[in-house]
């Protein structure tokens, strides 16, 4: 079983830079292994695919709206993986989820699939 802890978040203006942690533990996993997904939620909306990140780092996917925006990175000494979100813009305000995948490679991009969620961390643009 996977425990998944995100911070980093927070209140900023819009075209501002923020970086999202993930920090994963847990005795029956391998973090190397797992593809690593982040979502985002926004009040009143369902829970979506931001960005994916394969087992070894090599491959990341991003949601269109995100591209070129934001990057996704892992460290799997550390058991961490990152979001780092530049020129946010009012429309990214949500709850940020970092979870994981079953598989060691993004094939998935449906919450439903992951597993391990944690409490998520705030990120509020103003515009």
């Known amino acids: 079983q996977v425990r998944l802890v995100e911070s980093g978040g927070g209140l900023v203006q819009a075209g501002d830079s923020l970086r999202l942690s993930c920090t994963a533990s847990?005795?029956?996993?391998?973090?190397?292994?797992?593809?690593m997904g982040w979502f985002r939620q926004a009040p009143g909306k369902e829970r979506k695919f931001v960005a994916g990140?394969?087992?070894?780092?090599?491959?990341?996917d991003y949601e269109d709206s995100v591209k070129g925006r934001f990057t996704c990175s892992r460290d799997n000494v550390n058991n961490m993986v990152y979001l780092e979100m530049n020129n946010l813009k009012a429309e990214d305000t949500a709850r940020y989820y970092c979870?994981?995948?079953?598989?060691?490679?993004?094939?998935?991009?449906?919450?439903?699939?992951?597993?391990?969620w944690g409490q998520g961390t705030q990120v509020t643009v103003s515009s």
């Open positions: 979870a994981a995948s079953p598989t060691s490679r993004i094939v998935y991009y449906s919450s439903g699939y992951y597993y391990g």
């Open positions: 847990g005795r029956t996993f391998t973090f190397s292994n797992l593809a």
């Open positions: 990140i394969s087992s070894n780092g090599e491959n990341t």
